[in-house]
């Protein structure tokens, strides 16, 4: 939990307990600063006051985590304090040690025997908190996109593991979500058998993946617990912090499997769309496209961890317990969330086509998060793909001989070879692209039906007015459309149009629904799902 957030705050007060005794001495501390605020988790105390932050482990042992001793919550600090520094140096200050002074009283850094530990962190505004912001739709598509840039860096960075990960971890973690499932008691022990048995089956058919992955060097020293609580904007940029500090096996996972976390959060809270934008622009970055297919697993399992953790924050603390049925309930629908998530939905591709300006790529985002699993469909579009093949960041204009026919071939081929591997995964895909010729759009069918996917293909038509006028209101976009391109694509001949027309006139949630109307197959896509899951049927 994020060590400024205030779901669970409230003003200083004295507690029973074997932590009271550092707590209150630490709020006397603090008390210089003004008013002392608390937070408290399943995990930790945190303590606020002024610019202030100071975190303590709590002296819990858990199914994943032993904070029972001092000096096992001294090395949690020193561990904490480690890795958030790789990517949030700018909020540790550092760790204190707690010690017995000889009058029997409690000194910070003092010579005397050890009592506890403490993170001590600079304070930023609870608002800046990526679940806060997206709770009040504050949570903008640009910051995402920043964010996914952002993980993508710090994962390229990261310690590679050499004996962590693969499927033998993912047996451990299926083994160790069991055990916490059936100790919350969130719910009967068959629905755990079940949800426990189908992890293990979807785990049989990724396993070899997996082992590939950890081989290839996708296994690091990731965040670990990259929930949205763990992010924040400070000094205006998307912070990941508050990483996984006590069990280094638990956080050196595969990178995917740490974005899973942010995926899921992002999906349970209402932003599948913010989700899928996250994946895309992660992989952008990474080419890891051809493992798409595995994301919904590792959702699933993100899914879970929250709602064991959460449902056992309800006999944790006395705050949980004040907010048990609200926490009973965010832990169900964590659980049902994992089982939506397992629903097999069968790979699509579809195809959105139209000259520049039309709104393609539009249309492509709100569809994406609609097909298949989440976090939804890959998108596969041209002018990302073609400034890729040239080595250029996606903004930077290309010359017009980037745009000759025979690269222009190029371009569509390896939209496709992306495209065909994604669909092996299991995966969706949508293709953004101009379609301006029949073998294109041919082309893309064909590849459908040799991956054994269904195919739909949409043609957005608009007056070139109102095409002009978007092409010329363009900022921050990777396509070089001009005026003038958009011209001679009209006048181009594009043949026979098969696909379904749509007007690319509507606005973008209205043309979704029209392409969902007009074509996509129920089971493949279709509104924002419901969360529901036979997993709750008893619980």
Not at 205 to 216: P, Q
Not at 371 to 395: C, E, F, N, W, Y
């Amino acid at each position: 939990m994020a060590a400024v957030s205030t779901q669970t705050r409230n003003v200083i007060e004295p507690a029973a307990g074997p932590d009271s005794e550092t707590r209150a001495f630490l709020a006397h501390l603090l008390a210089g600063e003004g008013a002392v605020e608390r937070i408290d988790t399943h995990v930790s105390t945190v303590l606020l006051s002024g610019d202030q932050v100071l975190k303590l482990k709590r002296a819990v042992r858990l199914p994943y985590l032993d904070f029972s001793t001092p000096e096992r919550r001294l090395a949690a600090c020193m561990a904490e304090l480690a890795v958030n520094c790789r990517a949030a140096p700018g909020l540790y200050r550092g760790v204190h040690r707690i010690t017995r002074t000889p009058e029997g009283g409690l000194a910070l850094d003092g010579d005397g025997p050890l009592v506890d530990a403490v993170v001590a962190m600079r304070r930023f505004p609870a608002e800046n908190l990526f679940d806060r912001m997206v709770r009040d739709g504050r949570l903008t598509p640009a910051l995402v996109a920043d964010l996914a840039g952002r993980l993508a860096a710090f994962h390229a960075r990261a310690p590679v593991g050499r004996r962590e990960g693969g499927a033998t971890a993912m047996t451990d973690l299926i083994a160790l979500n069991d055990r916490s499932l059936r100790a919350c008691g969130l719910v009967h022990d068959r629905e755990v058998d079940a949800l426990t048995d189908t992890f293990r089956a979807r785990l049989a058919r990724h396993a070899d993946r997996l082992d590939a992955r950890r081989r290839e060097g996708r296994v690091r020293r990731c965040h670990g617990d990259l929930t949205l609580r763990n992010i924040c904007l400070f000094e205006g940029v998307p912070t990941p912090f508050d990483a996984l500090e006590f069990d280094e096996r638990l956080a050196t996972i595969d990178v995917l499997y740490d974005l899973a976390f942010v995926l899921m959060d992002l999906w349970h809270r209402g932003r599948p769309d913010l989700a899928n934008l996250l994946f895309n622009r992660y992989v952008d970055e990474t080419g890891e496209a051809p493992d798409a297919g595995l994301m919904p697993f590792l959702m699933a399992l993100r899914a879970v961890i929250r709602a064991h953790v959460t449902a056992s924050q309800i006999t944790a603390s006395r705050p949980a317990v004040t907010h048990g049925p609200a926490l009973r309930a965010e832990a169900q629908a964590y659980l049902a969330l994992a089982g939506d998530l397992l629903v097999e939905r069968p790979a699509c591709l579809v195809a959105v086509g139209g000259v520049s300006g039309s709104g393609k790529s539009t249309l492509a985002a709100a569809l994406a998060h609609r097909l298949g699993a989440g976090p939804g469909a890959r998108i596969i579009g041209s002018d990302r793909t073609r400034k890729r093949l040239h080595g250029v960041m996606p903004l930077t204009r290309l010359p017009p001989g980037a745009y000759a026919a025979a690269v222009s071939e190029q371009v569509y081929a390896a939209m496709r070879d992306e495209a065909a591997q994604v669909l092996a995964s299991g995966a969706s895909v949508v293709l953004d692209a101009v379609f301006a010729r029949p073998a294109e759009r041919e082309a893309a069918k064909s590849l459908a039906a040799a991956c054994g996917a269904t195919f739909e293909g949409f043609w957005l038509e608009a007056p070139l007015a109102t095409l002009t006028e978007r092409i010329v209101a363009r900022r921050g976009d990777p396509s070089d459309a001009t005026p003038a391109i958009l011209a001679a694509q009209a006048r181009r001949d594009c043949g026979t149009i098969t696909w379904h027309r749509l007007d690319a006139g509507l606005a973008p949630e209205a043309l979704a629904r029209e392409a969902l109307r007009a074509g996509i197959a129920d089971g493949t896509a279709g509104e924002a799902r419901p969360v529901t899951s036979a997993i709750l049927a008893s619980a």
